[in-house]
């Protein structure tokens, strides 16, 4: 049987149709703001004056502030309390500047109340796994360590976004997993028509996210499939399973019966450069936790009052 390109092509179209149907009859879409977005446009100018990023910084006071109690925190403090944006960004550096900008930026896009899940434990997650993308994206030299970060940052965007702006019919399916005991992703992608990741994947491509870091979510459960070479979806699902190995994530239906860690040592072993060494670097990456934890808690707004969710 041949290939035919073009139905191909109109199937493909089809699907990307179905999508955003499925997406502009959402309930307040997230969306990410101005400044941070200029931001990471200023830090990709190899030309980019100091005082220009202060500058834009600046017209986001909270987003300011939160920089400079990072500067300001036994992390990267060093004696002299800093008073300025700018001196932050001195102390800081451009690479955890883009760091600190890229998760608050995303944690203020979808920092919203929800009954479905624990936002707090979503951020926990996701900073954990963006974290580890970038480290085994150095260790194993493949792909940009920034969009790795980006990548394992948004990858549980397509769940997010149906526990936001589908609230009802996404409790329903985790019920509906709950009681059948089915892996809440295939429920989901019954009631929607669609994989989280392809949604997730879809609004990144609304955003005008780098290809690479659409592409590493839409497959980051089947990086065999991504058509990019030097994909970076198997270091964002290896990332993703180590997360949940060290015991941070929601316990989605159907997650119970799944023993993470031995998931996830093919990868970290080859990271490591030793065949068996996949246990060894999850030890490391553990004991880098509490440093994880500590910046988290400050680049995240102070915890208010919240509806019980179903998952946490």
């Not at 203020?108 to 085994?136: N, P, Q, T």
């Not at 839409?218 to 499939?225: A, D, I, L, V, Y």
């Amino acid at each position: 049987m041949s290939f035919d390109r073009t139905r191909a092509t109109d199937a493909s179209r089809d699907a990307r149709a179905s999508l955003e149907q499925l997406l502009v009859g959402a309930a307040s879409l997230p969306t990410l703001k101005e400044i941070p977005l200029r931001v990471l446009a200023l830090l990709d100018d190899p030309d980019v004056s100091l005082n220009e990023i202060s500058r834009t910084l600046e017209g986001d006071p909270l987003l300011s502030a939160r920089l400079l109690r990072l500067a300001n925190s036994p992390l990267f403090a060093r004696g002299q309390r800093l008073d300025s944006i700018h001196q932050a960004i001195v102390r800081l550096g451009y690479a955890e500047v883009r760091t600190a900008v890229t998760t608050i930026g995303f944690i203020d896009c979808v920092g919203r109340d929800s009954r479905a899940f624990d936002m707090r434990e979503i951020f926990r997650e996701a900073v954990c796994c963006a974290s580890l993308s970038r480290r085994l994206a150095r260790d194993l030299r493949k792909g940009s360590a920034s969009s790795a970060y980006l990548a394992g940052l948004l990858h549980s965007m397509g769940e997010i976004v149906l526990g936001l702006c589908f609230e009802q019919r996404f409790e329903s399916c985790v019920l509906e997993g709950r009681a059948s005991m089915v892996p809440l992703s295939e429920v989901l992608e019954r009631e929607f028509g669609f994989s989280a990741a392809e949604i997730g994947a879809h609004l990144l491509g609304r955003w005008r996210m780098p290809e690479e870091v659409v592409d590493a979510v839409r497959f980051k459960n089947s990086p065999h499939r991504s058509p990019r070479e030097n994909s970076l979806a198997e270091i964002v699902g290896a990332a993703y399973r180590t997360t949940r190995a060290l015991g941070i994530g929601l316990e989605w239906p159907g997650d119970s019966a799944i023993d993470w860690a031995p998931r996830a040592f093919p990868v970290l072993a080859r990271a490591s450069g030793d065949e068996q060494g996949g246990p060894l670097y999850l030890e490391q990456c553990r004991k880098d936790m509490p440093a994880l934890e500590e910046s988290l808690e400050i680049l995240l707004p102070p915890a208010g009052r919240c509806r019980t969710p179903l998952l946490s």
